[in-house]
């Protein structure tokens, strides 16, 4: 057992970080507290080192989320499960500053500066040209470079999802192309009923 100097509760060792006289409760309330009372220097710090190291963040990012997704996905589910009524009254509550929070986290774009690309597309997808995003919360969706995180336009639901089902590999959208402008599927079709009925003819 252990006494915590800031409490004064006498609590279990394992209610203590490693070399510290302090319960863990003590110290996540002196950082609750340490946070807000200097909330926005510490979001501006925040803001201007992401600035300057922009590009290694997201790379780094990126390459840890591909190695471990499958873990973190189920991590995600868990927790929302069995935390589904919670997260249902937050969602309500804080819709524009979540959405808002993500765009920064993932992006590293602003609320603000969305709706001026959005703008500049004329609120339309920047592929369809559609007004409709589409999709279950109906917004157009950032499209990135998900090696770089430079980002390339918004998109609409489908288009969005296109991409993603090509990895956005260059190469394979090209043959994709190239097997659209095919002329001569109808032959390709005739040609394949002509070797089954010699098949048969010959059995």
């Known amino acids: 057992m252990k006494v915590c100097v800031t409490c004064k509760k006498e609590l279990d060792s394992s209610f203590f970080p490693v070399g510290r ?20 220097k510490l979001l501006n710090a925040s803001k201007e080192y992401f600035k300057k190291n922009k590009e290694s963040i997201l790379i780094k990012k990126h390459e840890y989320l591909a ?18 009524d ?8 804080n819709r524009e500053g979540r959405r808002s929070k993500k765009l920064f986290k993932k992006y590293g774009i602003s609320q603000q500066e969305y709706e001026i690309l959005l ?4 609120y339309r997808c920047k592929i369809c040209g559609t ?16 090696i770089t995180g430079t980002i390339r336009g918004l998109l609409c639901t489908k ?6 089902f090509f990895d956005d590999n ?3 959208i ?12 109808d032959e390709w079709i005739v040609n394949i009923d002509k070797e089954l009925d010699n098949a048969k003819n010959i059995s």
């Open 21 to 40: 006289n302090e319960c863990r409760e003590c110290l996540n309330k002196k950082s609750r507290e340490y946070y807000q009372e200097h909330r926005e």
């Open 67 to 84: 190695k471990n997704r499958e873990k973190i996905n189920q991590r995600l589910r868990n927790h929302y499960h069995e935390n589904i």
């Open 86 to 93: 919670w997260y249902k009254e937050y969602n309500v509550k």
């Open 119 to 122: 703008k500049k597309q004329d």
């Open 131 to 146: 007004e409709t995003p589409g999709g279950n919360h109906n917004i157009f969706y950032v499209d990135h470079n998900h």
């Open 159 to 164: 288009y969005n999802s296109g991409i993603g």
């Open 170 to 172: 260059l190469n394979l």
């Open 174 to 185: 090209k043959e994709a192309g190239k097997y659209l402008e095919q002329e001569h599927h």
